[in-house]
């Protein structure tokens, strides 16, 4: 009886030209559920060993047969990468190694039992391969750019991603390692986390040679390390210090855009597999001019303090040196990163033949706009406050 009423009612939805329109949207299969529409499959595809089985309509209650591990999950980057993941139906193990709190708003972005936060040990070899144990893919956004009393430069962006890599290779199953570099890690770079990320890229490509290495440029977003940090300055201050004269060239990039080249790396056919690709957003901007732009969102009158470098060095090494000596944590650098200053003495830009956003067929949004907007917070009378500075100065006929 049942079976009839559904034929009968199928009939009808056919015959129905009201819903044509509808149909184009939600398009119904004569066959099973759909399944032979590509909306309905996850789009994910992995080379290499191993079997993956997708259920569902390829959203985040659907199965995209990736178990995903992302280590530095609990970062900037990761929370945007774990929603990507998260969103077509992948699980995400999130190894982490603070508090509880690192990881809670990561649980919100998937269904229940989606996002598996592991508590780890990056020290600890086993609890690696506790947290790799079950998973097909993984990444790794280690990374840091400033040394503590417990990790030196080398360890968090050089060891670690090798480790890591040999433990995958050693899992057998895993099909797919992306590790995230830095647009500028090269062994001839000034600043010593570039060069242990560039020496990270060539021991992950020799371990996993499978590996995809993302190499994004100073990455914007609503908790982004540079605008909100000169924000922040510039409001406590009415200053901003601007290293050297502020004209190296650096290519900053929306951090959504990144993730997105993760994601669209992990969805391809293979063709990313043992590639690099250099993440620069669609423009290049002087230091003045991207601090330029984040006075014209938060609407205050730029002033600038131009510290030549080696004056700026000088502010920045008493931590470096004491670091290690004193028996007490230092307050992590800010503005004044020694490290920072150093990589800042050269232009960091996409170089010429290398593979881009576009290799991964994305377009990286322009920063004015949308990207910047979370800045409008700093502005002193709300969102809606004062004039922006092309506004403030009059046109003259
Ligand atoms: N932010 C940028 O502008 C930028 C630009 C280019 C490239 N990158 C690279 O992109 C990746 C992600 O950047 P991000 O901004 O998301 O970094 P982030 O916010 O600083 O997060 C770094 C992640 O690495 C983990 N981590 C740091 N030190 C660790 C250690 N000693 N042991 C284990 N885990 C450790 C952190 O875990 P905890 O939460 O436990 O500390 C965190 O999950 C990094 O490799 C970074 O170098 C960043």
């Not at 508090?99 to 229940?112: I, P, Q, T, V, Y």
């Not at 008493?318 to 990163?337: C, Y």
């Amino acid at each position: 009886m049942q079976a009839t009423w559904r034929r009968s009612s199928r009939g009808l939805l056919e015959q129905s030209l009201a819903l044509a329109s509808l149909r184009s949207i939600y398009p119904l299969s004569s066959s099973e559920c759909g399944v032979d529409h590509p909306r309905y499959v996850s789009t994910i595809s992995v080379k290499g060993t191993g079997h993956i089985l997708r259920k569902g309509t390829g959203g985040r209650s659907s199965v995209s047969g990736i178990v995903a591990t992302v280590f530095g999950a609990t970062g900037f980057l990761g929370r945007y990468v774990v929603q990507q993941l998260a969103k077509m139906g992948t699980q995400v193990l999130v190894p982490f190694r603070g508090s509880e709190d690192s990881h809670r708003h990561l649980k919100l972005m998937g269904d229940l039992g989606q996002i598996v936060p592991m508590k780890y040990n990056p020290r600890d070899e086993n609890s690696i391969k506790a947290v790799m144990a079950k998973s097909n893919v993984v990444l790794n956004l280690i990374g840091k750019e400033y040394e503590t009393r417990n990790y030196s430069f080398e360890e968090v962006n050089r060891d670690m991603a090798e480790q890591l890599a040999v433990i995958a290779k050693e899992h057998g199953g895993i099909m797919r390692f992306i590790q995230v570099s830095c647009l500028g890690a090269s062994s001839s770079s000034p600043s010593r986390m570039l060069r242990a990320k560039a020496e990270a890229e060539e021991a992950v490509l020799m371990e996993f040679p499978e590996a995809t290495v993302m190499k994004p440029g100073v990455m914007i977003g609503t908790e982004d390390r540079i605008l909100n940090r000169w924000a922040r300055f510039a409001k406590k201050w009415s200053f901003l210090p601007l290293m050297g004269d502020g004209s190296t060239k650096i290519q900053p990039v929306y951090v959504v855009d990144v993730a997105a080249a993760v994601i669209a790396a992990l969805k391809d056919d293979g063709t990313s597999m043992g590639k690099v690709y250099e993440l620069g957003g669609p423009e290049v901007f002087t230091v003045h001019q991207l601090a330029e732009l984040m006075f014209d969102v938060i609407r205050e009158w730029p002033r600038y303090v131009k510290v030549p470098f080696p004056i700026a060095r000088a502010i920045a090494s008493p931590r470096e040196l004491l670091l290690k000596k004193v028996p007490f944590p230092l307050p992590n650098p800010e503005i004044f990163n020694l490290d920072q200053i150093n990589a800042l003495t050269v232009d960091t830009v996409v170089s010429e033949n290398a593979l881009t956003f576009s290799d991964l067929g994305i377009v990286p949004h322009k920063l004015k706009g949308y990207p910047v907007e979370f800045l409008t917070c700093y502005r002193k009378g709300g969102p809606a406050f004062g004039s922006t500075i092309s506004e403030r100065i009059p046109t003259e006929f």
